[in-house]
T-cell receptor
């Protein structure tokens, strides 16, 4: 059973701090990794995706992938109250042709003013 | 560019009744997904279409759920009969390339 695990939180950080969200996955052959943000009562929206080991930066967001250790993380710099949401990690396993995503349960982030 | 449209946004029914949800994906997106999301959990894939063909329906409770995507565009998801545990948000998403998935606003279903 392929799994994606996240700490449910809540993770609480002060405004302006760096928020670090982590995700581990069980399928060593996984190829693609996605971070979605979901505000309360809203639908998920894609923040970033990463395929290769290392860091990928987009504005205040940095995704970090370490395939050897089977984890992917999302760093949010200069956290703002508007970043308060649930962050979902999704992984596309290597096997299978349907390319469906395996989703984590999400980490709740609260940024305090 | 218009986003993924879903209707209705909210639905309240009694158990054993039937209900149908509608989704219109972003124009040109070949892949369409229906997810069920229970409060506090990640989305659970119910069914995935590629054009009008089913790619994955392994987690669809086929004794009560059905879905179709006629002509490879709009899709409907039906539940008949509904159970209390079907109370959830039903999300439709579409994708142009198996990478980004664009979600609609969802339909919040309450089964009493």
């Amino acid at each position: 059973q392929k799994e994606v695990e996240q700490n449910s939180g809540p993770l609480s950080v002060p405004e302006g701090a760096i928020a670090s969200l982590n995700c581990t996955y069980s399928d060593r052959g996984s190829q693609s990794f996605f971070w979605y943000r979901q505000y309360s009562g809203k639908s998920p929206e894609l923040i970033m995706f990463i395929y290769s080991n290392g860091d990928k930066e987009d504005g205040r967001f940095t995704a970090q992938l370490n395939k050897a250790s089977q984890y992917v993380s999302l760093l949010i710099r200069d956290s703002q109250p508007s970043d308060s949401a649930t962050y979902l990690c999704a992984v596309r396993p290597n096997a299978g042709n349907n390319r469906k995503l395996i989703w984590g349960l999400g980490t709740s982030l609260a940024v305090n003013p | 560019e218009a986003g993924v449209a879903q209707s209705p946004r909210y639905k309240i029914i009694e158990k054993r009744q039937s209900v149908a949800f509608w989704c219109n994906p972003i124009s040109g997106h070949a892949t369409l997904y229906w997810y069920q999301q229970i409060l506090g959990q990640g989305p659970k894939l119910l069914i995935q279409f590629q054009n009008n063909g089913v790619v994955d329906d392994s987690q669809l409770p086929k004794d009560r759920f059905s879905a179709e995507r006629l002509k490879g565009v709009d899709s409907t998801l039906k539940i008949q009969p509904a159970k209390l545990e079907d109370s959830a948000v039903y999300l439709c998403a579409s994708s142009p390339n198996y990478n980004e998935q664009f979600f609609g606003p969802g339909t919040r279903l309450t089964v009493l």
